[in-house]
């Protein structure tokens, strides 16, 4: 019996030697966790680039997201840096892309390659910079290094991006060429919101749901919606450098709806305060059918 106790002492510190040197593992790679991978060292960030402070790598998002219940959404937003691995769009995308402007894309903390496992992160409907539209399909490619920014959620098993998503930076040349601006948070007057604070109230809410109250968000004009502009009332993006609200169908002077004079009147870089209902769509905020209430444009 001794011998026996012995060998099998001898077994169990055998086995734990080799658990040991074996490679650290994560339980699957946003397939349903179907399989274990292994977890390489992540890519340096490319020579030059400037990581915002605050940033997380996808490492970091997973395990955010594996902590989140299916169907949970994080309580802040993040940002979260990594290099586009691959691409998701579905058979509509090309006739999609025009009106709406975002992409659906992975990335992982190191570059693509054939032969590294891949533990990705996936961005579901991700915009250009603050939430404007992608002009065109060149803004982001597979090798891309990105900053996205958003809220993080565990989809039944895959960890992805909840709402709001965009990319806040990348070393996409093109990117570059077509969102030079960046914005800092405007200063608040009494009462006032930012857009990050307003965000945060339609967290709070179910989705299509409203605040019963009127609020006034103070933020920059990023872009508009121009597809869908009229001089009767103008959809744009207003961000405080952090977050972005889509001002929907927002007119010129309170309750009369009286129409816009020139499309000169709301340009991109304008400082804004518009007073509205907040509403939360599908996880993106939108002061609705509100106005104007203050700018800095002197069109306006």
Do not use: W
Not at 17 to 38: I, R, S, Y
Not at 235 to 258: M, R
């Amino acid at each position: 019996m001794k011998v026996q106790h012995l060998f099998l002492a001898f077994a169990v510190a055998a086995m734990c030697l080799t658990a040991c040197n074996e490679p650290q593992v994560m339980p699957g790679d946003n397939d349903n966790n179907q399989k274990a991978l292994v977890i390489p060292d992540p890519t340096p960030d490319p020579e030059g680039f400037n990581v915002p402070e605050g940033t997380i790598d996808v490492y970091k998002a997973v395990e955010i997201a594996k902590s989140l219940k299916f169907g949970e959404v994080s309580k802040e937003r993040y940002l979260i840096k990594g290099y586009l691995t691959s691409f998701n769009r579905g058979e509509t995308f090309k006739d999609d892309f025009p009106k709406y402007g975002n992409d659906f894309f992975y990335i992982s903390a190191v570059q693509p390659s054939d032969d590294q496992p891949m533990h990705n992160f996936y961005a579901y409907r991700a915009l250009g910079k603050y939430g404007a539209k992608f002009p065109d399909l060149e803004c982001v490619k597979e090798g891309d290094f990105v900053v996205l920014s958003c809220y993080i959620t565990n989809y039944n098993g895959v960890f992805e991006s909840s709402g709001a998503c965009f990319v806040m930076a990348s070393n996409n040349e093109h990117y570059n060429t077509i969102f030079q601006k960046s914005y800092s948070a405007p200063t608040l007057k009494t009462g006032e919101l930012s857009v990050s604070e307003a965000e945060a109230k339609i967290m709070e809410l179910a989705s299509k749901e409203k605040t019963p109250d009127f609020y006034e968000v103070r933020g920059y004009v990023c872009s508009i919606d121009t597809a869908g502009r009229s001089l009767s009332s103008v959809t744009f993006n207003i961000t405080d450098g952090k977050a972005f609200a889509t001002a929907f169908n927002t007119y010129y002077q309170e309750n009369q709806k009286i129409p816009f004079t020139s499309l000169d009147q709301v340009l991109v870089g304008d400082e804004v305060v518009v007073r509205a209902q907040l509403q939360n769509f599908n996880g993106t905020c939108e002061p609705v059918y509100g106005y104007i209430k203050e700018s800095n444009n002197p069109n306006f």
